[in-house]
């Protein structure tokens, strides 16, 4: 089965920028989708398609994806920002959906 | 307000049975395939199966394979989860989902609160 691979942590000073990657075998040739999801709460859409920030998203996260690796970065980074992180792509091999392990991201 | 509300969730002793409901208010999910995703308290999301919006075309994780059956009523605007041969790694908090697209392979945009499941004796 399709693997996505994140790191389990990052941490970044406030102001600072985070990047989150999300790792798989030609991911570049998928498109990858992801979500924040804070402490007690559902997981909410933040990129969508490598690149599509959905409405209400602050333009502060941006997307990438290319080769193997698929990243979400977080510019100017808030205390707000602090949460679990998790990428997602469509196995078309498999007809399954697949989310990484997600990245708990801190702000120091 | 567009939403999504599960319910069915329950203490459940391995080998039974048990049935999740999801509700969408605020939109019709006629337009969508809709999905559950489950997660351990504590641990990372796991998508579990999808549905097509005509509910023609179902799919499911391979731990849940010819356990868990997916099905819909638009009519009803509901999305359901019939899960049998409970076992205990099927506790987990499941979420109902709603892709962004006809297909089972976009994004998704719209998530419940979710509801737990727990299998115990």
């Known amino acids: 089965s399709y693997v996505l691979t994140q790191p389990p942590s990052v941490s970044v000073a406030p102001g600072k920028t985070a990047r989150i990657t999300c790792g798989g075998s030609?991911?570049?040739?998928?498109?990858v989708h992801w979500y924040q999801q804070r402490p007690g709460q559902a997981p909410v859409l933040v990129m969508s398609?490598?690149?599509d920030r959905p409405s209400g998203i602050p333009e502060r996260f941006s997307g990438s994806n290319s080769g193997n690796t698929a990243t979400l970065t977080i510019s100017r980074v808030e205390v707000g920002d602090e949460a679990d992180y998790y990428c997602?792509?469509?196995?078309?091999?498999?007809?399954?959906?697949?989310f990484g392990g997600g990245t708990k991201v801190t702000v120091l | 307000e567009v939403q999504l509300v599960e319910s069915g969730g329950d203490l459940v002793q391995p080998g039974r049975s048990l049935r999740l409901s999801c509700v969408a208010s605020?939109?019709?999910?006629?337009?969508?395939?809709m999905h559950w995703v489950r997660q351990v308290p504590g641990k990372g999301l796991e998508w579990v199966s999808g549905?097509?919006?005509?509910?023609?075309?179902?799919v499911y994780a391979d731990s849940v394979k010819g356990r868990f059956t997916i099905s819909r009523d638009n009519g009803n605007n509901s999305l359901y989860l019939q899960m049998n041969s409970l076992r205990g790694e099927d506790t987990a908090l499941y979420y109902c989902?709603?892709?962004?697209?006809?297909?089972?392979?976009?994004?998704?945009?719209?998530w419940g609160q979710g509801t737990m499941v727990t299998v115990s004796s």
């Open positions: 989902a709603k892709d962004r697209e006809l297909g089972l392979n976009d994004a998704f945009d719209i």
């Open positions: 605020g939109f019709r999910i006629d337009d969508y395939a």
């Open positions: 549905i097509s919006w005509h509910g023609g075309n179902l």
């Open positions: 030609n991911i570049g040739s998928k498109r």
């Open positions: 398609s490598d690149t």
């Open positions: 997602q792509v469509w196995d078309s091999s498999r007809d399954q959906q697949v």
